[in-house]
C-alpha cells in the first residue's frame, strides 16, 4: 500500500531548532516533497529531495534517505510566522506523477 | 508568471445545491489538480489532468462530482448536489511536465455546506 506518517503536532520555542519527521511506503518513489501550509492559505513549496542527503535552503533544511523511506524537515532560528502545518508528500513517478500526501504536522512557535 | 487562479475564494451553499468552482492553471502548465482538504487533513486529490485527459479520478464521488478541462486550460469543478459533508476547502494546482513536477496550489475555495 502506499501511506505517509508525520507526527500530528508539534511545540516550539521561537529562537529554537525543530525536527519534523516523515515515513514513507510507497511504489515507483521517485522524491519528497515539504509543503508549508499557514491558516486559511494553500500549499507552498519548501523542499524537493530525490537523492539520500541532506538539502540546506536559508533557516530551513530537508533530509532523505530512500533506503530507509524517511525524510525531515529541519527548522532553524524558529520564528513566530514559522507557526504552520507541514506536509510530507512523497511524488509516485508513474505514469500520473502522483503526490502521496500526509495528514500534515502542525507546528506551534511559542515566544 | 502569474500563479494558478481560483474563484471563488468563499461559497456557502445550503445541502442539494449545486456548485461550481473555477480554475486557471498557470501557463503552460499541462497537469492541473482538484484536492479537497477538510481542515486539520492534508490535501485529498480528487481529480488529474494531463492537458484535457483525465489522469486520475479514482478517489472522485462521480454520483456527486464533475470536472472538467476542455480546452486543456482553464477547469471547473462541480458538486450537485452538495452534502454537509462537502464542506471544505477545494483547492487547484498545476504542475509542468518538466523538472521536479512541483504543484503550484492557487489560494483555494472555501465551501461551507449548511
Known amino acids: 500500500g502506499q501511506n505517509i506518517d508525520q507526527p500530528t503536532e508539534m511545540t516550539a520555542t521561537e529562537g529554537a531548532i525543530v525536527q519534523i519527521n516523515c515515513t514513507y511506503q510507497?511504489?515507483?518513489?521517485?522524491?519528497l516533497f515539504w509543503y508549508q501550509q499557514h491558516a486559511g492559505e494553500a500549499p507552498t513549496f519548501l523542499s524537493y529531495?530525490?537523492l539520500d542527503g541532506l538539502e540546506e535552503k536559508g533557516r530551513f533544511s530537508s533530509f532523505l534517505s530512500r533506503s530507509k523511506g524517511y525524510s525531515y524537515l529541519l527548522l532553524k532560528e524558529l520564528q513566530m510566522k514559522d507557526s504552520a502545518s507541514y506536509l510530507c508528500?512523497?511524488?509516485?513517478?508513474?505514469?500520473?506523477?502522483?503526490?502521496?500526501w500526509g495528514l500534515g504536522t502542525s507546528l506551534a512557535v511559542n515566544p | 508568471e502569474a500563479g494558478v487562479a481560483q474563484s471563488p475564494r468563499y461559497k456557502i451553499i445550503e445541502k442539494r445545491q449545486s456548485v461550481a468552482f473555477w480554475c486557471n492553471p498557470i501557463?503552460?502548465?499541462?497537469?492541473l489538480y482538484w484536492y479537497q482538504q477538510i481542515l486539520g487533513q492534508g490535501p485529498k486529490l480528487l481529480i488529474q489532468?494531463?492537458?484535457?485527459?483525465?489522469?486520475?479520478d479514482s478517489q472522485l464521488p462521480k454520483d456527486r462530482f464533475s470536472a472538467e478541462r476542455l480546452k486543456g486550460v482553464d477547469s471547473t469543478l462541480k458538486i450537485q448536489p452538495a452534502k454537509l459533508e462537502d464542506s471544505a476547502v477545494y483547492l487547484c494546482?498545476?504542475?509542468?511536465?518538466?523538472?521536479?513536477?512541483?504543484?503550484?496550489f492557487g489560494p483555494g475555495t472555501r465551501l461551507t455546506v449548511t
Open positions: 494546482a498545476s504542475s509542468s511536465d518538466r523538472g521536479w513536477y512541483e504543484q503550484y
Open positions: 501557463s503552460g502548465h499541462a497537469t
Open positions: 489532468f494531463q492537458n484535457n485527459g483525465v489522469v486520475d
Open positions: 510507497t511504489s515507483g518513489f521517485n522524491g
Open positions: 529531495n530525490v
Open positions: 508528500a512523497a511524488l509516485n513517478a508513474g505514469n500520473n506523477r502522483k503526490l502521496i
